[in-house]
Nanobody
Framework: QLQASGGGLVQAGGSLRLSCAAS????????MGWFRQAPGKEREFVAQ????????YYADSVKGRFTISRDNAKFTVFLQMNSLKPEDTAVYYC???????????WGQGTQVTVSS
């Protein structure tokens, strides 16, 4: 089970830090990702971190502004979002996968709203 939190309302240029807590002691066996879905749009990839935290991947739209990290001892993955823009407004979801390909588990989402 994945529980995302940390969303809210922020002005453009501001920052937010999202957290996603997992209930699984096998958390370190999963690659973790963040996705987002804006109203009227399809869900899109934001960032991914490998199970050890050694490698990270980002969508071009957030590269240089967002940072994904994880704390395997606390079964938690984070998304630090800086220099937020109105187009970052969306519901953000965390997800986990144990093997290459599709994500197996999804959190419930947390709303991020960036005002101009």
């Amino acid at each position: 089970q994945l529980q995302a939190s940390g969303g809210g309302l922020v002005q453009a240029g501001g920052s937010l830090r999202l957290s996603c807590a997992a209930s699984e002691r096998t958390f370190s066996n999963y690659d973790m990702g963040w996705f987002r879905q804006a109203p009227g749009k399809e869900r899109e990839f934001v960032a991914q971190i490998t199970r050890s935290g050694a490698r990270t991947y980002y969508a071009d739209s957030v590269k240089g502004r967002f940072t994904i990290s994880r704390d395997n001892a606390k079964f938690t993955v984070f998304l630090q979002m800086n220099s937020l823009k109105p187009e970052d407004t969306a519901v953000y979801y965390c997800a986990a996968k144990s093997s290459p390909g599709r994500y197996d588990f999804w959190g419930q989402g947390t709303q991020v709203t960036v005002s101009s």
